[in-house]
């Protein structure tokens, strides 16, 4: 059973970065067969995907965080990370990671974690 | 990016009933849409993926149809493990996004 853990802090202060690492378990993040993402979450409000990365290097984002986001892989410890820049009050959200199924809808999320943004 | 827009944003509906939410792309996206369940303090769970599949373990009460913009999600007889919300997620474009999800709740 492919499992997702999020970590990392709860708290981020205004203008730094914020960083999760998704640990996965029951699986290899290296499978040529899925993509792995991030989406968030405001409270009370809709999913908003992040960005993806596949076992390949390839790396995609939304548009409407290109700036700010960076996603990487560390395969020794399957783990990818999530690094977003520049934070504000309107970044505060449960972020889930996520894996997708070669490309196209997730199967499988993380239990998502709530990062707060604020002094 | 493709927007999707589903309807309605809250539908109030007894055990037993037949629900039907929709969701509509700003473009065509072919059959590559997904929709999940989300219960409060929890992730998502895939239910239809390509517009009609079943994901393995989804009670048969849940469907899905629909394909180039148009597309239903329909749970046959609803069961109090389903009041919910619902999102769907189109996944054809470079940029992967969601409806604003629709809330099932008890009537």
């Known amino acids: 059973q492919v499992r997702l853990q999020e970590s990392g802090p709860g708290l981020v202060k205004p203008s730094q970065t914020l960083s999760l690492t998704c640990t996965v378990s029951g699986g290899s993040i290296s499978s040529a067969s899925y993509y792995w993402s991030w989406i968030r979450q405001p409270a009370g409000k809709g999913l908003e995907w992040i960005g993806r990365?596949?076992?390949?290097?390839?790396?995609s984002y939304n548009p409407s965080l290109k700036s700010r986001v960076t996603i990487s892989f560390d395969t020794s410890k399957n783990q990818f990370s999530l690094k977003l820049s520049s934070v504000t009050a309107a970044d505060t959200a449960v972020y889930y990671c996520a894996r997708g199924v070669a490309g196209t809808y997730f199967d499988y999320w993380g239990q998502g974690t709530l990062v707060t943004v604020s002094s | 990016d493709i927007q999707m827009t589903q309807s309605p944003s809250t539908l109030s509906a007894s055990v037993g009933d037949r629900v039907t939410i929709t969701c509509r792309a700003s473009q065509s996206i072919s059959t590559w849409l997904a929709w999940y369940q989300q219960k409060p303090g929890k992730a998502p769970k895939l239910l239809i993926y390509?517009?009609?599949s079943l994901e393995s373990g989804v009670p048969s009460r849940f469907s899905g149809s629909g394909s180039g913009t148009e597309f239903t999600l329909t749970i046959s007889s609803l069961q109090p493990d389903d009041f919910a919300t619902y999102y769907c997620?189109?996944?054809?474009?470079?940029?992967?996004?969601f409806g604003q999800g629709t809330k099932v709740e008890i009537k």
């Open positions: 990365i596949y076992t390949s290097g390839s790396i």
């Open positions: 390509k517009a009609s």
């Open positions: 997620q189109q996944y054809d474009s470079y940029s992967w996004t």
